[in-house]
C-alpha cells in the first residue's frame, strides 16, 4: 500500500507518515516513534514540507531549463544546484 504523505526530515532521522487509511504516526530512524493521529501541527507541517519541495523542485528545473537556454554548460549546471 502507498502512503498518503511520506515526509523525512533531519538527515532521515525523522518520518512522518499518513497511510492510505488515514492514520498518522512518526518514526525516528526509520522505527515506529510515536503515534500523531489528531495532531493538527504534525499533520500541517507535513503538508507544508511535501508543498514546498515539490515548488522548489519546479524552480530548479525551470531554472536550469533557463540556463541550458542561455548556453550553459551541464558542468557549470551541476556546480550551481551543489551549491544549493
Known sequence: MVDRL????NDGKYTVV???NG???????GEPWRDCIGDGLI???AQ??????????KLLLSCKAGLRAMGATES?????????
Open 18 to 20: 499518513m497511510s492510505q
Open 76 to 84: 557549470y549546471i551541476k556546480e550551481l544546484e551543489e551549491k544549493l
Open 23 to 29: 492514520g498518522l504516526y512518526a518514526l525516528r530512524y
Open 43 to 45: 499533520l500541517a507541517l
Open 48 to 57: 507544508e514540507v511535501e508543498e514546498l519541495r515539490d515548488k522548489n523542485q
Open 6 to 9: 511520506r515526509i523525512t526530515v
